[in-house]
């Protein structure tokens, strides 16, 4: 079984930064897909970020350029970096970690408001 905690969210200004993280315990498969997603009201869940064991990554065209995905494989930490926040970055970010099954985090709500 594996369990996601994810932290770092919080209240910003427009503009600022925040940092997620993502830690993985339990039986981790090696090869595996970390992604973040998040779900603002009345929205849907969508892919904000995703890394593969292997380093490669991809972005949701909306956050391009201003957040970073990473991981630390010794401490089975998945990171998100978002620089630049927008008030439509507003929402609950889950971590999901992929490898012989899906598994989600509980979330941390990231609200961006002046």
């Known amino acids: 079984q594996v369990q996601l905690v994810e932290s770092g969210g919080g209240l910003v200004q427009p503009g600022e930064s925040l940092r997620l993280s993502c830690a993985a315990s339990g039986s981790i498969f090696r090869a595996n897909v970390t992604g973040w997603y998040r779900q603002a009201p009345g929205k849907r869940r969508e892919l904000v970020a995703a890394i593969t064991s292997g380093g490669n990554t991809n972005y949701a065209d909306s956050v391009k350029g201003r957040f970073t995905i990473s991981r630390d494989n010794a401490k089975n930490t998945v990171y998100l970096q978002m620089n630049s926040l927008k008030p439509e970055d507003t929402a609950v970010y889950y971590c999901?970690?992929?490898?012989?099954?899906?598994?989600w985090g509980k979330g941390t709500l990231v609200t961006v408001s002046s």
């Open positions: 999901k970690l992929t490898a012989t099954r899906d598994y």
